[in-house]
């Protein structure tokens, strides 16, 4: 009876197990608890890496800068102390420096009085891009189905420049990321300048202040498709148009690659944050904001607080804060310092960054939630809108990636992991027939990147001298590298070199991705936070918000604020302009070597150096903050669910797709094309690395001689896919099939000829090439290759013909 009582017969099985001390054997026990001190330890080791990353990069900078510093304060003590000036050149030189501060003073704030009345004056005119070149609107957004503020520009060439419609057009879609539009034609070095120096058509994707009523990121790529497809059909014997995304226009340019993959040429992303949860370790704080200051609550609350449009001088005002030594001081320093001569260069930059753009609350919103907290777009996660997914896999023309290294926007891990996370491996970027190529810049800024004369004399211009060079690479993954070989500045002439790379060669992929796991919980969370705040918060908010005063707020945003109080609005401002010109008649600068300009240049760079050391300590902070947080084992927990990659398959598992089976079906069918492009694979693949004349030699070949030269671009890109699919799925029965597709002695010979005129001069070959180039013969029934072929056999059988 006592028995049939007990209340372990009666007790829940799980309540028991949690109850019974023998529910989990020792074994399970110390599994568990080595999977607890695993996640400790991982969150340590990052708290522990960030902080002493952080603390080196303190110690060795402003040590550094100390150290020079000390040097020039005891370089001006001695010129101070020196002797043979009398007190009353001392007194002179003081009275000339105050003279000479008195008047920058005065010709400072009159520059930025003209600021701020530019400002105005730009607002009223809906804020036209800030291009240099005069352009014609051939497309307005407003006018489409379903509108927006997008608008297609034709740049129109200055004088002594001509575009050719024969020649292939350049789209280049600017960021709409709180600035305005027209930074890519800023200069005339820019990658306008370029494109029209070398006599391409130019495009421009601008967009005015203020969006349309309900419209969507979706309304804006359905308008830069049709953008394109206008840019197309009206340079009917071009080629598909090269579409350069800067910065945020890089990601909308792989949205409308993705989307739209027939309507392409290359795709060229210019410091573009795609990978968002990437960077490094002891840098790139400005990944952390969704973790450490709120996720899509954020853009969600203060477009409510705009009565549905998000100001985008909230983003600027982001920007600014990640180096405020340079945006709050040493930017009006500078100014103060050559306001003689950069008052035009200052007014003109400020023009663009003081433009200040509007977005709805559906884009800014779906900006954050599904790229900069989602991470979305390269896991084959993201969606336009509901049932459009966007796979970057079926984009099928060349993307070119530009990074750099001093970009604190936009890391080199942001602009390129992407990649890894798209693709399984190096094999299925050749498998699926696309090219990859990407460039790391070692020094220059983000802005550098698409305004830099330098960047653009170098880079851009090259990367527009090798498109049909790239186009017809082999399929795969490359890196670019331009190397100076003579020449200084402007005048300087490059070579450019294409490696052929792996995976694991990418920059940053030794340092693995232990640091991104966090981000899972941080979506997680702002996914939370989104539906708490859609439900509860955001009906009083919305209640309390009227037109007049969203209005009302964006006046008195911080930055609007600062450029109202310094223009002509602000009486006190109104007499600079006549005390400026009265300055300006009889003006003799003080010269650079008074001690007293001496010693307030060494003043402002210790003011300097104590706001970017408190920077630096900030920074540290956030970032050993957000690992505190979301690296603890609970929250890896918490974000279980949302750390995973897309689903990606084996080459074994891509010999299945359509694709490929189709191409396996035509290993010994084939003609003279085929068998070209179909050695100079293998002897691409056998070289690895491919200089910028050999690469000349192949698309001279490709694109110049009979019979390459009369096949359509679509057909020749098709033929190279097939035949790289034969060469990585059925290699061996791709050399051994050569003498089918080349039935005649003749096409056997000219054929060899041809492939052996691209690698070069024999003694010039890597090994493998040779060894690759002499089996090829053999198995065509030729001799071994003995003497170069320095002239393209092509060519003379076309002259001969003549």
């Known amino acids: 009876m006592n028995a049939q009582l007990s209340p372990t017969k009666f007790t829940n099985p799980f309540f028991a197990s949690v109850t019974d001390g023998n529910a989990w054997t020792a074994r399970q026990r110390a599994l568990a608890m080595t999977a607890q001190l695993s996640e400790w330890s991982a969150m340590s080791e990052l708290i522990s890496k960030a902080a002493g990353r952080h603390f080196m990069n303190i110690s060795a900078t402003h040590g550094q800068r100390l150290r020079a510093t000390f040097n020039e304060l005891t370089a001006l003590m001695g010129t101070i102390t020196n002797t043979e000036r009398s007190a009353s050149e001392r007194a002179k030189d003081a009275q000339a420096y105050m003279v000479d501060r008195l008047q920058r003073a005065v010709l400072t704030c009159e520059t930025l009085r003209q600021r701020g009345d530019n400002f105005f004056e730009h607002e009223a005119a809906g804020c036209p891009p800030v291009l240099i070149y005069d352009y014609e609107v051939v497309l307005d957004g407003r006018s489409l189905p379903r509108p927006c503020n997008y608008a297609l ?134 990944r952390y904001n969704a973790g450490v200051l709120g996720g899509q609550i954020m853009p969600m609350f203060w477009s409510d607080y705009g009565d549905g449009v998000f100001d985008g001088a909230w983003l600027v005002l982001n920007f600014e804060m990640l180096n405020p030594s340079r945006t709050w001081f040493r930017k009006y320093y500078d100014l103060f310092e050559k306001v003689d001569t950069e008052r035009h260069r200052f007014l003109e930059f400020e023009k663009w960054w003081s433009g200040f753009f509007l977005l709805n609350e559906p884009e800014i919103v779906w900006i954050v939630r599904e790229l ?24 099928r023309s060349p993307i070119i990636v530009f990074a750099s290294h001093g970009d604190n926007i936009t890391p080199v891990k942001q602009a390129i992991n992407w990649i890894m996370d798209t693709y399984a491996d190096e094999t299925e970027i050749r498998i699926r027939g696309q090219r990859i190529v990407y460039m790391v810049h070692d020094k220059v800024g983000h802005l550098g990147i698409f305004v830099s004369s330098s960047i653009a004399k170098r880079e851009h211009t090259e990367v527009s001298s090798t498109l049909k060079t790239i186009e017809a690479l082999a399929p795969g993954l490359y890196e670019m590298t331009i190397d100076e070989i003579h020449g200084e500045g402007q005048d300087a002439h490059f070579t450019v070199s294409f490696a052929e790379r792996k995976m694991n060669e990418l920059p940053g992929f030794a340092d693995g991705r232990e640091d991104e796991v966090p981000f899972a919980a941080v979506q997680h969370l702002s996914e939370l936070q989104g539906e708490l705040y859609d439900v509860f918060l955001r009906p009083m908010v919305q209640a309390s918000v009227t037109r007049a005063s969203a209005e009302m707020g964006r006046m008195l945003h911080p930055l609007r604020v600062q450029r109202a109080l310094t223009s002509s609005r602000n009486p006190l401002m109104l007499p600079l302009e006549g005390a400026a010109k009265v300055i300006g008649e009889g003006r003799k600068p003080v010269p650079d070597t008074n001690p007293f300009v001496l010693a307030e240049k060494l003043m402002v760079d210790a003011f300097e150096q104590t706001i970017d050391i408190i920077r630096d300590v900030r920074d540290a902070w956030y970032e050993v903050t957000f690992f505190s947080i979301y690296a603890t084992p609970f929250m890896r927990w918490f974000g279980r669910n949302y750390n995973f990659e897309r689903t990606r398959k084996s080459k074994e598992e891509l010999v299945g797709l359509p694709e490929v089976r189709a191409a396996l079906l035509h290993v010994n069918s084939g003609s003279f094309v085929e068998a070209v492009i179909r050695m100079l694979i293998l002897l691409a693949e056998a070289r690895g690395n491919v200089r910028r004349d050999r690469l000349e030699r192949s698309a001279q070949v490709l694109t110049k001689d009979e019979p390459f030269q009369s096949l359509p671009m679509a057909r020749r890109a098709e033929i190279i896919h097939e035949q790289s699919l034969i060469v990585e799925y059925a290699r061996e029965q791709a050399i051994e099939s050569l003498p089918e597709l080349l039935r005649t002695p003749e096409d056997r010979r000219r054929a060899a000829e041809v492939v052996q005129f691209v690698p070069g001069p024999l003694d010039e070959m890597d090994p493998h090439t040779l060894t690759m180039l002499q089996r090829m013969r053999a198995v065509l029934g030729l001799e071994p290759a003995t003497v170069d072929v320095v002239r393209d056999p092509l060519a003379e059988v076309a002259e001969a013909a003549q």
């Open 153 to 286: 520009l034709k740049i129109t060439p200055p004088d002594g420049v001509e575009v050719y419609p024969w020649k292939r057009p350049y789209v280049i879609i600017d960021p709409r990321a709180g600035h305005g539009a027209g930074i890519g034609g800023f200069k005339s070095d820019s990658q306008v300048g370029v494109a029209l120096k070398a006599g391409h058509p130019v495009y421009f994707v601008s967009f005015s202040r203020n969006p349309e009523p309900g419209q969507t990121l979706a309304d804006v790529a359905r308008a830069e498709a049709t953008f394109v497809r206008y840019v197309q059909d009206h340079h009917p014997d071009a080629s598909k148009p090269v579409v350069i995304g800067n910065c945020q226009g890089g990601w909308a340019t792989l949205i409308l690659g993705a989307s739209n993959p027939d309507i392409t040429g290359p795709l060229v992303l210019n410091g573009a944050p795609v990978e968002t949860w990437s960077g490094d370790v002891g840098a790139n704080p400005m």
């Open 372 to 395: 900069f907290v989602g991470n979305k777009l390269a896991r084959n996660e993201a969606r336009l809108e509901h049932g459009r997914v966007l796979d970057v896999k079926q984009i």
